[in-house]
């Protein structure tokens, strides 16, 4: 805190235990184990909400220390100069009755900011005299305030959004405009206001402590799986235009979010298109549908993180404009992790008196927009990819009326009470011909739709999927340098020891179309990768296909003897990749030497 004309500050800020420090600030300290000195820097280490503090509350913090008023016991200018002796023992009392008496410090601050103070004094005094006079100024305080006993703390209610009792269910819901938890017991709905659990009491999460609109209770029969989806899927149509395929999966992704506990994976939903194609009609859709959604535009990690923690549901979380993903590797993290169930992300916190690893459950629906698709492999496997173009639905959703906001708010009402008769009922087991990542995003929503009228549609979507993710997998670099590999392999009249990285280079060359600068021979131009590097296509080799380097001699054209790189690939990797990749490699057995030759 620096006041004008005064060079060097006094005071510091601080806001839940946290001091507002610059990043780059040195510390002098010592080493807790050794007690040897150090110096250490400031940095940011985590993101930290906004502290916020009104002006004049903030005004009164330090008008004393102004001494604009002469009869202010205590000057600004006594406390950054200190008082002589003769004086130290008179400003000290008064300083301590300021610091319990208008700052309500505790014993243990108001005796450390006394301890800062006497440093300052010539001579200081003994820190025994400071104990006492805060201990005066504390007792004087009690007096003053009437206090005969200490008065109990009042304890925070705990909350709770969902959770399972011995005797059933219970979801955290409104009434005429009150908090509730909606109690399934035996086949029946009730009211309560707190549920007891471990001996301890928890109330409802009300619309302050929750990102989402909070549900509400319905009477009355929930209907059938199969009237909700329609009911669902309804909404598709009206607000969004996209191919009716997609719609019976945005339908099933919504009736997934109700039933996440029950799945060991779960597929994200990323939209991508042009301004204006809709993609936030849908997220719109799916917060006003899905269950217990946060959703935000470019959301910060640490709100992602403080919405995981404090979640006791697995709700989902719905994101538009995620340009620049890839820069948050936080961010990434929960992606990368989350879509399968038990998965964890530990993060490191730092306290003032210790470093904590806490460990943030990240498995549970997410849905992504932007207007590109970000170049991030791990992160793209996880995603569904609906591409959106600009078109003419039923409905815009700028036209959103209260009776469309009431109608999703009553088949979110029917969803939730369908969560909670089918909480106990396990989900149909489903057989794919697809294997690895692909089943992971498909069989959960085919696990859903089981009896749906729309099932048979998604089930043959899903082989159709299988054949275009193969042949997306194809047309990469990755895939040109896998079939490179395996033709030059099954061209082989015998068993390849190696093959010669210029042969492979030349090879990737023809599949490529790609040209050669003479000026620069590392690099070759192609049309669908731009530009490529010798050391980017040994990565790869080496990479994927687990190819080792070594070194063979061999003649050139002109008969002189040179070393050359090549590549070594185990068979039975290079078999697997291969088939990944959709190719196959024909198995050869080496030839036996005679007396013609080999």
């Excluded at 309804?234 to 992704?253: M, S």
Aim: aromatic letters at 10%; glycine letters at 8%.
């Amino acid at each position: 805190m620096h006041l004008k004309g005064e060079d060097e500050g006094c005071g510091e800020i601080r806001a839940q235990n946290y001091y507002l420090v610059a990043p780059g600030t040195e510390i002098h300290y010592r080493d807790l184990r050794t007690s040897e000195p150090k110096i250490g820097t400031y940095t940011i280490t985590q993101d930290r909400p906004f502290a916020k503090m009104r002006y004049d509350d903030f005004m009164k913090l330090f008008e004393p220390y102004l001494g604009s008023d002469p009869k202010q016991p205590i000057t600004f200018e006594q406390m950054r100069k200190g008082v002589p002796q003769g004086t130290r023992h008179a400003q000290g009392i008064k300083f301590a009755n300021y610091l319990v008496g208008v700052q309500t410090f505790d014993a243990a601050t108001a005796f450390h900011a006394m301890q800062e103070w006497n440093k300052l004094n010539d001579p200081p005094m003994n820190e025994a005299d400071l104990k006492r006079m805060v201990e005066n100024a504390l007792a004087r305080k009690s007096k003053t305030d009437n206090i005969a006993e200490p008065v109990e703390k009042k304890t925070r209610r705990k909350l709770k959004d969902s959770g399972i009792l011995a005797e059933g269910c219970f979801e955290a819901v409104y009434n005429d405009g009150r908090p509730f938890f909606l109690k399934l017991n035996g086949g029946d709905f009730s009211l309560i206001e707190t549920v007891d659990i471990c001996e301890e009491t928890f109330a409802p999460k009300e619309m302050q402590n929750v990102p989402y609109e909070p549900y509400g209770y319905i009477i009355g029969q929930t209907p059938s799986q199969k009237e909700l989806a329609a009911q669902i899927r309804d909404e598709f149509e009206t607000w969004v235009d996209v191919e009716p395929i997609w719609k019976d999966v945005l339908t099933a992704c919504v009736m997934l979010t109700y039933q996440q506990e029950k799945l060991t994976t779960v597929p994200y939903l990323f939209l991508y298109g042009d301004n204006e194609s809709g993609k936030s009609t849908v997220l719109n859709v799916l917060k006003n549908l899905s269950y217990r959604p946060m959703y935000g535009v470019t959301i910060p990690s640490a709100d992602l993180y403080g919405y995981l923690e404090d979640s006791d549901g697995q709700g989902c979380i719905l994101e538009d404009e995620v340009q620049g993903i890839h820069k948050d590797t936080d961010k990434i993290k929960i992606y990368k992790a989350g879509y399968k169930a038990g998965a964890v992300v530990p993060r490191t916190l730092i306290t003032s008196f210790d470093r904590i690893i806490k460990y943030y459950r990240t498995f549970c629906f997410k849905s992504c927009a932007s207007e590109q698709i970000p170049q991030v492999k791990g992160f793209n496997e996880r995603f569904l990819f609906i591409a959106m173009v600009e078109g003419s639905p039923r409905k815009e959703w700028a036209d959103l009326t209260k009776e469309d906001k009431a109608r999703m708010q009553t088949l979110r009402n029917m969803l939730l009470k369908w969560r909670m008769e089918t909480r106990g009922l396990e989900l149909p087991a489903v057989e794919l011909a697809v294997k690895g990542r692909l089943k992971e995003l498909w069989k959960p929503l085919l696990q859903i739709t089981v009896g749906l009228p729309f099932y048979d549609n998604l089930f043959k979507f899903v082989d159709e999927q299988s054949k275009a993710r193969l042949s997306g997998r194809q047309d990469t670099l990755e895939g040109k340098i896998v079939k490179v590999v395996v033709d030059l392999h099954n061209e082989a009249k015998f068993v390849i020891e190696s093959l010669p990285f210029r042969t492979i280079w030349q090879e990737l060359g023809y599949e490529l179309n790609g040209r050669v600068n003479e000026n620069k021979p590392n690099e070759m131009d192609t049309g669908d990768f731009g530009i490529i590097t010798k050391n980017r296509v040994g990565y790869r080799l080496r990479e994927i296909l687990s190819g080792e380097t070594k070194v063979i001699r061999e003649k050139d054209s002109e008969g002189h003897w040179a070393s050359t790189k090549s590549y070594l690939f185990p068979l039975e990797k290079l078999r697997r990749v291969a088939k990944k990749y959709g190719y196959e490699l024909v198995t050869k057995l080496p030839s036996l030497l005679s007396s013609e030759g080999a």
